[in-house]
């Protein structure tokens, strides 16, 4: 079974640019969740969707928004960037979320540099 | 709120030391506890996991923890290193009932050859 997969890879912007990242979770995975990870602060919960749904959201500003496809795809946009936004985002996908044995596995992450 | 705490940020060992990386989380109710590693270039994986039952855990590689209600840890262990084992180390937590998983901060964990 494939895992999760994130496009693209590697991502140079400059600030006051926008970006849109792509997670494809792995097959009949219908939650999926975004992180931030950066030097020193660990894995920062962004969102989770499921169903489409927002179902629960981080500390973020709201220039970070994401959006779930009926595929169980997600994407997830930043607007206006800024330096500190430079980081390794996170996709991670479980089976629904509720489940007591529910367990999330995760992508190799974008790497967004901001200039 | 839910949180967890990892207390080892850096941790240097030789080969065939024993580890012990800390992690504590704060939850009112029943949990879910996971470690996850990071080897260097490469993605989270999971190591282990601990939903109900023996409080003693034995994930891949060698790697065990023990979830220990009383004092809210969950710390894992590994009785011989190896210098394939330089990663950082990641603790979370999931309440149950709830969609949330909460990482600690990752411990760093560089072994000698």
């Known amino acids: 079974k494939a895992g999760v997969t994130q496009t693209p890879r590697y991502l140079i912007k400059t600030r006051g640019q926008q970006v849109t990242l792509s997670c494809s979770p792995i097959?009949?995975?219908?939650?999926v969740s975004w992180y931030q990870q950066t030097p020193g602060q660990g894995l920062q919960f962004l969102f989770e969707?499921?169903?489409?749904?927002?179902?629960n959201k981080g500390n973020f500003p709201g220039r970070f928004s994401g959006r779930q496809f009926s595929n169980s795809r997600s994407e997830m946009n930043v607007s206006t960037l800024e330096l500190g936004d430079s980081a390794l985002y996170l996709c991670?996908?479980?089976?629904?979320?509720?489940?007591?044995?529910?367990?999330?596995?995760f992508g190799p992450g974008t790497r967004l540099t901001v200039l | 709120a839910q949180s967890v705490s990892q207390h080892n940020h850096h941790v240097i060992l030789s080969e065939a030391a024993s580890l012990e990386l800390g992690c504590n989380y704060s939850?009112?109710?029943?949990?879910?506890l996971f470690w996850y590693v990071q080897y260097p270039g490469q993605h989270l994986q999971l190591l282990l996991k601990y939903f109900s039952g023996d409080p003693l855990v034995k994930g891949i590689k060698g790697f065990e923890a023990e979830f220990i209600k009383s004092k809210f840890s969950f710390n894992l262990r590994k009785p011989s290193v190896q210098w394939s084992d330089t990663a950082e180390y990641f603790c979370a937590s999931r309440g149950s009932g709830t969609y949330k998983y909460i990482f600690g901060t990752g411990t760093r964990l560089k072994v000698l050859a």
């Open positions: 939850y009112g109710g029943t949990v879910n």
């Open positions: 991670a996908s479980s089976l629904a979320g509720l489940a007591s044995t529910d367990t999330q596995y």
């Open positions: 097959s009949g995975h219908r939650s």
């Open positions: 969707y499921f169903s489409e749904t927002q179902r």
